[in-house]
């Protein structure tokens, strides 16, 4: 479990470091809006459970946390979650594999901003990835994104979340757990099995396969993905 929770809190460190440049700012009225209030606590169904533990998780496994888009958005921190999402979850679907300098992997700008669409409600101009600073992770050149990918990126752990509430600006606040999950022992051919995903907070506290690493807060909007309901994230931190 330890090789697992260094890996939570490396993958944190990359978001941190992706973080350091390139930011836009949204307008100024976003930024200076009121804070919603809460409204009222909602006493999860079993799909309602479902649905934000596979959202929120979609975070969780990467690390991925510092993110408000009230304030000022950084192209390569979520060029860097649909990735890796992709790659997580996917098995690289829609990626074409290439050998181009260090890099070894191409995705479009298209696809890049399919994801993004989808979990955060947003997407990249093709003048925001342009002026992404190349590292040796990633580079973007003629609208598409070449990446280094290493070996290992998988799963290791998973979010539940604890506490729903609804805010007045109808948006929902989530506290969540993360949770360690020995890879080796709990790791099918189809992920991580759907009964962890399941969970309530009480359960998860007290499954013996589990073991908890961190805790954080989210916001999302409620969305409707293919006819199915799911989240849009506005903001995410995770208590380190």
Not at 65 to 88: E, H, R, T, V, W
């Amino acid at each position: 479990m330890k090789k697992i929770l260094a890996f939570l809190l490396s993958a944190a460190m990359i978001f941190a470091l992706a973080s350091c440049g390139g930011k836009t700012s949204p307008s100024g009225n976003e930024s200076e809006a009121a804070a919603p209030t809460e409204v009222a606590k909602i006493d999860m169904t079993e799909d309602q459970q479902y649905s934000a533990n596979t959202f929120i998780s979609a975070f969780a496994e990467q690390g991925f946390s510092g993110y408000d888009k009230k304030a000022a958005i950084d192209p390569g921190q979520l060029m860097l979650f649909a990735f890796k999402y992709n790659n997580m979850n996917n098995n690289n679907l829609n990626a074409e594999y290439v050998q181009e300098g260090d890099y070894n992997i191409r995705f479009s700008l298209k696809y890049i901003n399919d994801i993004l669409d989808r979990f955060f409600g947003l997407t990249l101009t093709e003048e925001q990835a342009s002026a992404l600073e190349s590292s040796p992770r990633y580079s973007f050149k003629d609208g598409n994104f070449y990446i280094n990918i290493g070996d290992g990126e998988a799963h290791t752990s998973l979010a539940i979340v604890d506490s729903l509430t609804s805010l007045s600006d109808g948006t929902y606040k989530m506290h969540f757990k993360i949770y360690a999950l020995d890879l080796d022992v709990y790791y099918d051919n189809n992920g991580i099995s759907k009964k962890y995903y399941q969970m309530t907070g009480e359960q998860a506290d007290t499954c013996a396969e589990l073991e908890y690493a961190y805790d954080g807060t989210a916001v999302a909007s409620p969305y409707n993905f293919n006819g199915v309901d799911t989240y849009q994230l506005s903001s995410i931190i995770i208590n380190y």
